[in-house]
């Protein structure tokens, strides 16, 4: 009995202790994509690949440097013009190769060829290392041996780098004179998507002048001798447009010209003499002469007065001296006689002569004053009032005036 409650007690204990064990929880099966161990690695996926079939990650080679299209058709590696700064920056490298055969200067001599190359060379790896102004100098040294329209093409990425748009322009128009052979055809796309770009960075402006002699400048810069006219591409912004010759001169600062528009101005040269006319402050010119001459009248009042109060003392002295003569020399006049109605009849006389020289002069000294204010003063005319002298038709355009020391101008400015 005692054997059978030992083993009893000791199943119960044992099951007592496995249920205190916390249960493992069962284990997850791996994920399917997760590789196991012992498993054969899968292949990397490439990335998505670019329109000419090569992954999107990878960077261009000297040797294929086209980059591949944006969904807006622009090169990838072309930014577009800041908003603020208007400068184009670009991405991609240079590479194209020179070939004969394709393109401007087909007869290069071997010397010339071999030269070409080699600075051509150089000027990729400076581009490509970011050395902008040292590979201008080197393209444009080969050039000088080789002009290619790949020359022109690389030269125009490095000045893209550089902020110089006209350059670029002029570059990217050469490059493809000769349509796409000479570059390769995404090359020639490329070009011509730059140009796009860069041709919102510029604007179109026509200066003219019928003045014979005139030396017409933009942006000091000589650009013809009038009469003649002159047309170019300019950044956008404002420009400053000169005409000068012997006693007359016109410098002009146009407003700000913006991208793609079309500016003309005609500069029209005057000189001071016939821009200048004269002005008054009232047109009633006689006021202060008039204000001089009744102070001066006032004055004349005031000097007869004078001699009256003088003439009433001599009465006075006179009256004096006869009436000493008559009671004796010790005795003396009477008072109460006539005598003291002369004397203050001259000190009345002679206070309002005082007070009439005063204020004659203030009024004189008014008068001139205002005569003075009131001179004839020269003032320049705007060119426009000069052209409506002499022709009273309305002007279709604005007539700006120029006015410098001894010297005058003026420009016509109309936008298209």
């Known amino acids: 009995m005692i054997k059978i409650l030992a083993i009893g007690l000791g199943l119960a204990l044992g099951a007592s202790v496995a249920s205190a064990q916390p249960k493992k929880s069962p284990a997850r099966k791996a994920p399917a994509h997760a590789p196991r161990p012992g498993d054969k690695k899968p292949d990397a996926k490439p990335d998505a690949a670019t329109p000419d079939g090569k992954p999107a990650g990878t960077s261009p080679n000297t040797q294929d440097p086209q980059p591949a299209a944006t969904p807006d058709g622009k090169p990838a590696g072309a930014n577009v013009p800041d908003a603020t700064t208007g400068s184009m920056k670009t991405d991609e490298k240079a590479g194209t190769k020179l070939e004969k ?82 570059l390769e055809k995404d090359k020639f796309d ?28 933009v942006d000091g810069k000589d650009v013809f001798v009038a009469p003649g006219k002159y047309a170019a591409k300019v950044r956008v912004g404002k420009h400053t447009f000169f005409a000068d010759k012997q006693g007359y001169n016109a410098r002009v600062t146009a407003p700000f010209i913006g991208p793609n528009e079309k500016f003309r101005i005609e500069l029209k040269l005057y000189t001071a003499e016939e821009l200048t006319r004269y002005r ?14 009744s102070g001066a009248l006032v004055g004349l009042i005031g000097g007869a007065m004078e001699l009256s109060a003088q003439s009433s003392y001599k009465d006075f002295d006179r009256a004096i001296a006869a009436c000493n003569a008559q009671t004796g020399n010790n005795s003396g006049c009477p008072s109460g006689t006539s005598l003291n109605s002369m004397r203050t009849s001259g000190d009345t006389k002679k206070v309002i002569g ?45 007539v700006v005036p120029v006015l410098a020391p001894d010297m005058a101008g003026a420009m016509v400015v109309g936008k298209f």
């Open 101 to 182: 055969g394709t393109g401007g200067g087909t007869d290069v001599s071997v010397s010339d060829e071999k030269e070409a190359l080699a600075a051509f060379r150089q000027g990729n790896e400076l581009l490509n290392n970011g050395l902008f102004p040292q590979a201008v100098e080197k393209y444009r040294s080969a050039l000088a041996h080789w002009d290619h329209p790949a020359i022109h093409y690389n030269l125009a990425l490095a000045l893209i780098n550089l902020d110089q748009p006209l350059d670029v322009y002029e570059q990217l128009n050469k490059a493809i004179e000769y349509g796409a052979e000479p």
């Open 190 to 217: 490329h070009a011509k998507e730059y140009l796009k770009l860069v041709e919102g960075q510029l604007a179109d402006i026509e200066v003219s002048c019928d003045k014979i002699g005139a030396k017409v400048a």
């Open 280 to 293: 008054r402050r009232w047109q009633n010119t006689w006021f202060p002469y008039v204000v001089a001459g």
């Open 354 to 398: 005082y007070v009439g020289y005063g204020v004659a002069g203030a009024a004189i000294a008014t008068g001139l004053s205002l005569a003075w204010l009131n001179r004839r003063q020269p003032y320049q005319i705007r060119a426009e009032d000069l052209q409506n002298e002499q022709d009273e038709k309305p002007r279709a355009v604005a």
